[in-house]
């Protein structure tokens, strides 16, 4: 069989990069069933990170009413349907009222 250059994108950065048709006989021979998704730049940025490291996630910021007190507030998580949000102070009295404090 014989390859030829192939035009890939590249899934992180999105930026178009040649697949040469000596790393696809490479590919073949080692039996890899799939084709490379990051460009050579992407790959060496993704395995010079620290093992484990996660990225970092993008805070989710929600308003909703307080089911103790009525006040509006904002909660860093999107509410389940049917559980009660509770805004700062409720949750404080909360959680120390089922510790034994008040």
């Given at each position: 069989m014989e390859f030829q250059d192939k035009a890939l994108t590249g899934v992180d950065c999105g930026a178009e990069f040649i697949w040469t048709a000596g790393e696809q006989l490479f590919f073949a021979d080692?039996?890899?069933k799939n084709?490379?998704?990051r460009c050579k730049a992407c790959k060496t940025?993704?395995?010079?990170?620290?093992?484990?490291?996660?990225?970092p996630r993008e805070r989710v910021e929600t308003v909703a009413v307080c089911s103790a007190c009525?006040?509006?507030?904002t909660v860093p998580f999107k509410p389940t349907q049917g559980r009660p949000v509770?805004?700062?102070e409720c949750?404080?009295?909360?959680?120390f009222a089922d510790?034994?404090?008040v």
């Open positions: 080692k039996n890899f084709e490379p998704k940025k993704r395995s010079s990170r620290p093992a484990g490291a996660a990225t009525g006040k509006e507030t509770f805004c700062r949750f404080q009295q909360r959680k510790a034994g404090g």
